[in-house]
């Protein structure tokens, strides 16, 4: 079974800075971070590929890393220069190698307010 733990949200103001953690078992691949804002579609923010390349959303590009503890299945995504349009509900995603199903974490609150 995937068990998937996130960390990290939180309020911060414009500006500021965040760390979020993901890690997953089971044997899923824990790939990275979509984000979700009232009224809107869930969307891609940073995610490392199993085997691919680092694929990070245009509107965080500069601002936002990914980075990725392969021992310990953990993804970390440093966010700086927080903008109020980053307020989301931040969502972490792991894929099963084995037939690439999806897991989706409980989800983390970012607000970005002053």
């Known amino acids: 079974q995937v068990h998937i733990v996130e960390s990290g949200g939180g309020l911060v103001q414009p500006g500021g800075s965040l760390r979020l953690s993901c890690s997953s078992s089971?044997?899923?691949?824990?790939e990275g971070w979509y984000r979700q804002a009232p009224g809107k579609q869930r969307e891609l923010v940073a995610i490392?590929?199993?085997?691919?390349?680092?694929k990070t959303a245009s509107p965080v590009l500069g601002r936002f890393t990914i980075s990725r503890d392969s021992a310990k299945n953990t993804v970390y995504l440093q966010m700086n220069s927080l903008k109020p349009e980053d307020t989301a509900v931040y969502y972490c995603?792991?894929?099963?190698?084995?037939?690439?199903?999806?897991?989706w974490g409980q989800g983390t609150q970012v607000t970005v307010s002053s």
């Open positions: 490392i590929p199993n085997g691919g390349f680092i």
């Open positions: 995603k792991a894929v099963s190698p084995a037939n690439g199903g999806e897991y």
């Open positions: 089971g044997g899923a691949y824990t």
